[in-house]
């Protein structure tokens, strides 16, 4: 598969924690939130088989792709971010962890891979990042590289935003923008993009809770 180009990837972003020097906070925040189980239910879900190419969009600091890895070696797991720093720090776990991942810097919505060539989308709490237009191509360039048989499986928050005196009102100043995002990721929502992208069967298939709020469990085929 191709490296992604450097105007793939020289465009603005947002961190994971809203600001670069917070990185750091990232893994506990998330292991607070009971991340580690919703990506678990999230890969038990995708029913992914050996020989299978995954794709993570959004990967962060690699928390699902790595645990994608450990259950499936016989995968090939890749793991697509925009934040340099934050595929740094999954680079150095993975290795850690002797576990044989592809990461790449770019974005969700100009993916670096061949049309067809991926079984499976993996998406964790990373789509109410994007504004409604880098949504849409977000999925339409999901459909474009999910191979025939091929599934999304998206894993987000589920709007409404919380109450103003909530944890998101105390998150720093660049995810406290995100309210307006989340305001439009509702369920209903997300299957009709799913839908509008060219992706069939989009459906709800879990629901759960955690401190920021309730998040949704979707799959939607090519």
Do not use: W
Not at 48 to 69: D, F, K, M, S
Not at 82 to 93: N, S, T, V, Y
Not at 148 to 176: E, I, T, V
Request: glycine fraction near 8%.
């Amino acid at each position: 598969m191709p490296e992604p180009t450097s105007a793939q990837t020289e465009r603005a972003y947002l961190p994971a924690m809203g600001r670069d020097m917070l990185l750091p906070l990232y893994d506990p925040f998330t292991r607070v939130l009971g991340a580690r189980a919703a990506h678990r239910r999230l890969l038990d879900s995708a029913r992914i088989a050996p020989r299978h190419r995954v794709l993570e969009i959004g990967c962060g600091t690699g928390n699902l792709l790595l645990l994608a890895q450990r259950i499936h070696p016989q995968a090939t797991v890749l793991g697509l971010d925009p934040d340099p720093a934050a595929l740094a720090r999954a680079r150095r776990k993975a290795d850690r962890a002797g576990l044989e991942v592809r990461l790449d810097r770019g974005f969700a919505d100009q993916l670096p891979y061949p049309d067809t060539s991926i079984d499976r989308v993996l998406s964790a709490f990373m789509f109410h990042h994007l504004p409604l237009p880098e949504k849409q191509r977000t999925l339409r360039e999901v459909r474009r590289v999910l191979a025939p048989g091929g599934s999304l499986h998206l894993l987000d928050l589920d709007g409404p935003a919380p109450r103003r005196d909530g944890l998101l009102a105390r998150l720093p100043q660049p995810h406290r923008r995100l309210r307006g995002h989340l305001a439009d990721n509702t369920g209903p929502r997300i299957r009709a993009l799913m839908h509008d992208a060219g992706l069939t069967e989009p459906a709800e298939t879990g629901h759960g809770r955690a401190v920021l709020g309730r998040y949704t469990y979707y799959r939607a085929h090519a």
